[in-house]
Each structure stands twice: as C-alpha cells, then as structure tokens.
C-alpha cells in the first residue's frame, strides 16, 4: 500500500539548513507528483512546491529563495532543503503525494531554535 | 496568490446537528476546492474534490457546493468523530493555498 514516511532532525539553529527526507513506497516517483505542505502556528497551512513525476520543480515563491525539492528514484526518496531558517519555520513538515495532495506523511516536526 | 478566506474559525454542535463552513477565494476558482479534516497530531485527509466529489471512504453526511469565489462545505448529523479541524485548499493556481481553517468542537 501506499506509504510516505518523513525524517528530519528535529531541532535546527536559526540561519542553519533545513534537510527533510520523504521515503516512499507502494508507488513510483516516476509515475506521481511529490509535495511539500507545512503547518505553522504562525500561518496554518502552507504549499511550499512539488516535484513532477518527470522531475521538474515548482516552489511558492514564498520560499522560492531558499526552497529545494529534489529526488532519488532509486532509493525511492524525495527531499525537502531549505536554507536561512527563522524561528517562523518551526512547524510539522508533510510530504504528500499528487497534485492534488491525497496521501500524507505523518509529519515530521521541526524547531527552529537556538 | 489566491487568498482563501474561511469562516468561521470555530463552531460549536451538537450531536446530529448540521454545520456549514465558507471559503471564499479572492477570485474565480472554477470549483477547484478541496475539503480537509485534521484530527490532533494527524495529517490532513482529503473529504472532497473538485467542490463536491466525495473521496471514497468520506461518509455522506459530509457535502460541498459552490462555484466561483463562494463554496461550502457541511456536515449533516454530526457525529463525535467529526470532531477536528477543517480546511479548505484551493489548487486551480499555484501556489495552492489553505484556508486558515475551522475548528469544530462539542457544546
């Protein structure tokens, strides 16, 4: 069935580098789309962009500055790195997959604290 | 960006009430709105699509409606698993954007 899983490191220093990774199975990151939503005390909700299943890229110009989705395909990983972290970023990150975000991960939270 | 205004931020029913929640986006979003649910600690999951296509496994008692900026979402016959939160998400542009949500409680 399908699954999405995230890890990340929980706790990152303002200014440092955000690494999540989304790690997928019962599908093919060749055959669906792959995003990111985060949930912020500050703003809810928010779609940060998505990697197509050809592998191009759309970011919320939001964070278009600091955002980077990429993939492994053969490790069945998508990953999430943003740069210049604010204490704001603190919030759960979810990958998801489709355009249309259907299936979820459970989240993974992330503090942004020094 | 496509703002999504939803309202209210919260509602208080009864069991077997029916609630109504309101997104309006701040332009024509020709149906594309999506329903979520979120329980604490949970991802969101999708209820509804495209206005008013029901997810499989959405219960019926859930219902959308509306067109162009005014859409709504209901619930009939509250139940105590309905109790969550409720968000809107409109993805006919990028960026998709939520609604701020709608916190449904007990009285």
Redesign the interface.
């Known amino acids: 069935q399908v699954q999405l899983k995230e890890t990340g490191p929980g706790l990152v220093q303002p200014t440092q580098t955000l690494s999540i990774t989304c790690t997928v199975s019962g599908f093919s990151l060749t055959s669906y789309y792959m995003q990111w939503v985060r949930q912020t005390p500050g703003k809810g909700l928010e779609w940060m962009g998505f990697i197509r299943s050809g592998g191009s890229t759309e970011y919320n110009s939001e964070f278009k500055s600091r955002l980077s989705i990429s993939r492994d395909t053969s490790k069945n990983q998508v990953f999430l790195k943003m740069n210049s972290l604010k204490t704001e970023d603190t919030g759960v990150y979810y990958c998801a997959r489709d355009p249309l975000p259907i299936y979820w991960g459970q989240g993974v939270m992330v503090t942004v604290s020094s | ?1 496509i703002q999504m205004t939803q309202s209210p931020p919260s509602l208080s029913a009864s069991l077997g009430d029916k609630v109504t929640i309101t997104c309006q986006a701040s332009q024509n979003i020709n149906k594309y709105i ?1 329903w979520y649910q979120q329980k604490p600690g ?5 209820l509804i ?1 495209y206005t008013s296509t029901l ?1 499989s496994g959405t219960p019926s008692r859930f219902s959308g409606s509306g067109s162009g900026r005014d859409y709504s979402f209901s619930i009939s016959n509250v139940e105590s698993e309905d109790i969550a939160s409720y ?1 809107c ?1 409109q ?1 006919v542009n ?5 609604g ?2 709608t916190k449904l409680e007990l009285k």
């Open positions: 960006d999506a949970k991802a969101p999951r999708l699509r997810e968000y998400l993805y990028l960026p998709y954007t939520f701020a949500g």
